[in-house]
């Protein structure tokens, strides 16, 4: 009998399309007169593909919007942008897009974002593909969106790769789709997409497309676990435990699942919880059990076993059980 089963109703990356961002670039300096005040994330600028086709006035536009100069370089950019310079316009919708210097407007963006998609930059083509997907300030539209990111996947945007296999399994599925979408998950993943490591590790955990094979799997899931991905440290922490696609290790099981409970993972906090109740991977802890118990169940994840385990402990221990619950954030 194995110690864990698998996470029950886990969001897999591969039931619903996953749009992620692409990876941004931080403006170097900012100065008070043009800067961000949005308080959102960094802005993301086009990449050193689309600034290779910036003329020298271009490039002066890109080295203001570097330094935080934004109006400057939205000025020098403009006449450019308005030229059919792809470039120059990727650069201009991303400070509509941001509100960098000028009033944000979603819907400027979202057009210029579409005229540079259509002059070639792969940078804009993403954006544009991200935008034809959520279906804001343009008509929803998948297979115009399918085919910019093939075309920005094509040209070098990793990210790119992700969607475009999320996009595939999302409208084909089966195995069949999992097959056809399997190249851009690899690429994705081997180009340091997170998520991406997780699909991968599914897949081959699960036989989507491809032979089962739980060694390969369980590289995947390991290093989806090291790029943060919460829901792949759980499951990491029991294929250790239960020595699936691994030698069995249930100390490292222990790590893994205390990572992911405190990053707050419900599911982590629960096998946690019985980790420790049964003396997997360390010494039988009741007080932790109950601690790690308390705060899954405040989470919305109950556990019938460990709530008469707790209900059994004696006073002093279910005591600080629960004071050591409360005293974890939130609690």
């Not at 096998?271 to 059990?289: C, P």
């Amino acid at each position: 009998m194995r110690l864990f089963s698998p996470i029950p109703n886990s969001a897999s990356l591969l039931c619903a399309l996953v749009i992620l961002a692409g990876t941004a670039m931080q403006a170097s300096a900012q100065d008070t007169s043009a800067q961000d005040t949005s308080g959102g994330a960094a802005p993301s600028v086009p990449s050193a593909l689309a600034i290779s086709e910036f003329d020298p006035r271009a490039d002066a536009a890109y080295g203001a919007f570097q330094r935080g100069y934004y109006l400057t370089a939205f000025e020098l950019a403009l006449e450019r942008a308005k030229n059919g310079d792809a470039a120059a316009q990727t650069l201009i919708a991303e400070m509509y897009d941001k509100g960098l210097g000028i009033a944000l407007d979603p819907k400027e963006a979202t057009a210029w974002y579409g005229l540079a998609a259509e002059s070639g930059n792969p940078d804009a083509q993403f954006a544009y593909a991200i935008k034809l997907i959520e279906g804001n300030h343009v008509k929803k539209d998948m297979a115009k969106a399918r085919v910019y990111l093939q075309k920005a996947a094509e040209a070098g945007i990793i990210v790119a790769n992700f969607n475009l296999a999320q996009m595939i399994v999302e409208a084909s599925g089966g195995q069949s789709g999992f097959a056809e979408a399997l190249p851009y998950y690899r690429k994705a993943a081997e180009g340091n997409v997170a998520d991406a490591m997780y699909a991968m590790a599914q897949i081959y955990g699960e036989g989507l497309g491809v032979e089962k094979d739980d060694a390969v799997a369980f590289q995947w899931m390991e290093k989806a676990a090291r790029a943060g991905i919460d829901t792949a440290q759980v499951e990491l922490g029991i294929w250790l435990a239960n020595g699936r696609g691994t030698t069995k290790d249930e100390k490292a099981a222990l790590g893994w699942m205390q990572r992911a409970a405190r990053s707050g993972n419900a599911i982590a906090q629960n096998r946690l919880a019985k980790m420790y109740a049964l003396g997997i991977g360390t010494q039988k802890n009741a007080a932790e059990a109950g601690k790690w118990h308390i705060i899954a169940q405040r989470a919305g994840l109950d556990d019938p076993w460990l709530s008469e385990f707790i209900a059994r402990l004696d006073p002093v221990e279910r005591n600080k059980a629960l004071a050591d619950a409360n005293r974890w954030p939130g609690g």
